[in-house]
C-alpha cells in the first residue's frame, strides 16, 4: 500500500507522525505544496525571511527523504489528482491550526472520504491539542498561568524514532525548488544568513543540543540577557517542525534530571515552550486573533497613523539605541532577541501610539520565526489587548530597559557601532550626555546618530491619555 504524506509545517523525519505511520503500512509518497495566499485562503501570508528559511528547510528535508515531490499550486486540487495519478488509497498529514488551515484541511478531508481515501490527520507540532487543554467550566483559558499548570499534569508521549528504509514511489512529478522563487534577489537582503543559521533537521537537533550543554543554565535569569547566549533560538525551527515540541520536552526533562542543578532552569525553559502552546490554544479558540483586538475596548483607542516614524522604527533610526539595535538586529539577522522583542513593541505601540497590527505585519516579513499564533498574541499582549495582556500603562522605559538588559552595552553597540566609542554610562540616553562626551566619542546627533523621534515623558503621558478612551469603551459595554 502507498500512501501520500503531505509535509507542512513538519519539516522533519524524526517524531512525524504522518509519516511514521504511513512507513509502516508500505510505500511513501512525500509531497509538499507551496500555495498562494489566494489558494490557501490564507490572510497574513509568509514574509520573505520565513520564504528564505523554508528554501533551506525543504532543501535539507529533499536530501533526507529521497523521493520529496515539490509541487506549487491549490492543494485542493493537487491532492486528489495525485490520489488519483497514483492510484492511491490513503492520504497522512500532521495538524495545522491557522484558520485558513483548518478550513482548507476540512474539505480536503471531506472529498478524500467522499472518494473511499483513508484520510488520516495527526499531532505534530503541540504538545497538547487546542482542545485538549479546559477551564474547571469547560471553556477555553484565557489566562496563561492556570493553562501552564494545567500542561504541567498531562503525561507528554515519547517522541518517534525516523522511520528506517523508507520505500519511496518513484515518480517524475514536481518541480525544482528553484522554481518556487523563495529567495531574495536584486537585492539578496539575506546574504551571509547561511553563516548565521543552518536551517534543517539536522541543524535544529544541533541548536538543541548546544543550548542544553551551555546555554540552560542559568536560563532562568539571564535569558532577558541580549548580550548573553542563554536563549535556544530555535524558534525558526519550531515553526517549520524541524524539531518538535515533544522531543524538546522529553530531552530537557532527561538533562534536567543528569544536571540537578539546570532543573530551575529547565522548568523556566518548558514553561516558555508552553507559551507557545497557549498561543495556538488561543488561535484556535479565537480565530480573529490576528485581525481583532482580543478585548473590543481597544477599538477605541486614539491610534496615530505616522508612516514617516514607523519607517523610522523599521529602520532603527528612533534615536534610542536599545530600540535601533534590536530593529538592526532584526533586519541584519531574521531574528531578535525576545527581551529586545518586548522592548521594541512597546516603543511602536505606547511612545509611537501606532497599531499593533503594523508592528505584527513587519515581524511577519522579517522574523525567520515568524507564527501567526506567537506572533498576534505577543503583539496583543505587549499591546494591553490580548488575552492575559500586560496592563497597557506597563510602559518600558527604553533607557532604563537598555541599562538593565544590556549593562556592559555589548548588545547595543554590535548593532548601533556608530555608538561603539561612547560612554557606558551615556550609551542608552545619548541626547542626554554632555556635549565634550558625544565629542569624544565622535557623534554629532542628528547627523551621525539620529535625535530622538519622540520624548519618552510625553510619549508616556499621551499614551496614557489614549488609554482612558480604552477604558471609557470597557465600561461601556459592561
Known sequence: MTTLVWFRQDLRTEDNPALFEAA????????????????????????????????HSLASLKASLSGLVLMRGDARHLIPHLVREHQLKAVYWNRCYEPHA??????????LKDAGIETRSFKASL??????????????????????????????ASPLTAPENIQFVNTDAGEDLESFGLLPNKPDWAAGWENIWQ????????????????????????????DL?????????LHFGEI???????ETQKHMTAEISAAPDGVKFLSEIAWREFAYHLLYHFPHLPSENWKPAFDAYPWREAPDDLAKWQKGQTGYPIVDAGMRELWQTGYMHNRVRMIVASFLIKHLRIHWKHGEAWFRDTL???????????????????????????????????????????????WVPELENLATQHLFAPFAAPPEALQQAGIELGQTYPKPIVDHGKARQAALEGYIAVKEAGQNAA
Not at 483548518?102 to 472529498?111: N, Q
Not at 536551517?199 to 541580549?226: C, I, T
Not at 518538535?244 to 522529553?250: E, N, Q, V, Y
Open 24 to 55: 509502516q503500512k508500505g510505500s511513501v509518497l512525500p509531497v509538499f505544496i507551496l500555495e498562494t495566499p489566494e489558494q490557501s485562503g490564507e490572510t497574513h501570508p509568509m514574509g520573505g525571511a520565513s520564504r528564505w528559511w523554508l528554501y
Open 102 to 111: 483548518i478550513e482548507r484541511d476540512t474539505d480536503i478531508k471531506a472529498s
Open 127 to 156: 504538545l497538547f491539542e487546542p482542545w485538549e487543554l479546559e477551564t474547571k467550566s469547560g471553556g477555553p483559558f484565557k489566562v496563561y498561568s492556570p493553562f501552564w499548570k494545567a500542561a504541567q499534569q498531562k503525561q507528554i
Open 199 to 226: 536551517p534543517g533537521e539536522e541543524g535544529a537537533r544541533k541548536r538543541f543540543r548546544a543550548f542544553l550543554d551551555e546555554g540552560l543554565q542559568g536560563y532562568g535569569s539571564l535569558r532577558n540577557r541580549p
Open 229 to 237: 547566549p542563554n536563549v535556544s533560538r530555535l524558534s525558526p525551527a
Open 244 to 250: 518538535s515540541p515533544r522531543m524538546i520536552w522529553h
Open 368 to 414: 525567520l520565526d515568524a507564527d501567526l499564533a506567537n506572533n498576534s498574541a505577543s503583539w496583543q499582549w505587549v499591546a494591553g489587548s490580548g488575552a492575559d495582556a500586560a496592563p497597557y500603562f506597563r510602559i518600558f522605559n527604553p533607557i532604563t530597559q537598555g541599562e538593565k538588559f544590556d549593562p556592559e552595552g555589548i548588545y547595543t553597540r554590535q
